[in-house]
């Protein structure tokens, strides 16, 4: 039986996502993750405000911009508008990709009514991978036709479903188990669909059982690049 088909619960998602791939400053046991919930959206800005080394921006202009976009305690920019030109780049390091996307991830996980500052990390996410690390595409895509499947907008989710199971059709990797169980899921509480959801599923389950069971933390996993031979004093 493999756990990794049903749509993660916030829970399981922070303990995956903030216990195996943040990048930040202060050291966050496990238990003090569960412990202090209500802080993982800091713990995703600090990574990314790590990541990019934002105190050491050159340009004050930009490292201003940078600190309000991560700025603690709020679900998203005061002005979304001013970070919506994609031609504007307050982040450069590829390794933002994912924890940007953990942020649309954890809203719509926790945070209900938060659809607009959901959407806004959504859109920022997918803007940044398309042009920074075009990988972490097919899991924004993933997220986003999820989300649209929560909120009832039907055939655009299945249209996305489309997109990413196309992207990744030579790909055997945990977004395409992810994606053909939650599309089954979808098609399977449509009558005259049903039976195509179920075959969806059960090729999830195929997929599944050829993938190593460290497979999905593949998916979860930001590792910076390393220069090694900086690291070796001759």
């Known amino acids: ?129 398309q042009k920074h690390n075009p990988i972490n595409l097919d899991r924004g895509l993933l997220n986003l036709a999820m989300f649209c499947n929560s909120t009832k907008q039907y055939d655009l989710a299945e249209n996305t479903f489309k997109n990413v199971l196309k992207m990744l059709e030579d790909k055997d990797r945990y977004n395409k188990v992810l994606c053909l169980q939650a599309y089954g899921s979808m098609l399977e509480k449509i009558p005259e669909r049903s039976k195509e959801g179920k075959k969806l599923i059960s090729d999830a389950y195929a997929l599944a059982e050829k993938l190593p069971y460290w497979s999905i933390k593949l998916e979860q996993l930001s590792i910076p690049t390393v220069d090694i031979l900086s690291l070796i004093h001759i």
């Open 1 to 129: 039986c493999f756990f990794f088909f049903k749509q993660k619960t916030a829970y399981e998602m922070l303990r995956s996502l903030v216990g195996s791939e943040m990048c930040i400053r202060d050291r966050y046991t496990l238990e003090q993750i569960d412990q202090d919930f209500s802080t993982v959206l800091n713990l995703f800005k600090k990574s990314i405000y790590a990541i990019e080394d934002v105190d050491n921006i050159e340009s004050i202009e930009k490292r201003q911009k940078v600190q309000a976009l991560l700025r603690e305690g709020k679900f998203a920019p005061d002005n979304l508008l001013e970070f919506s030109n994609p031609e504007d780049e307050f982040l450069s390091n590829k390794d933002s990709g994912v924890p940007l996307l953990n942020i649309g991830e954890f809203l719509i996980a926790t945070q209900r009514d938060k659809q607009k500052e959901a959407i806004f990390w959504f859109k920022y996410a997918l803007t940044f991978n």
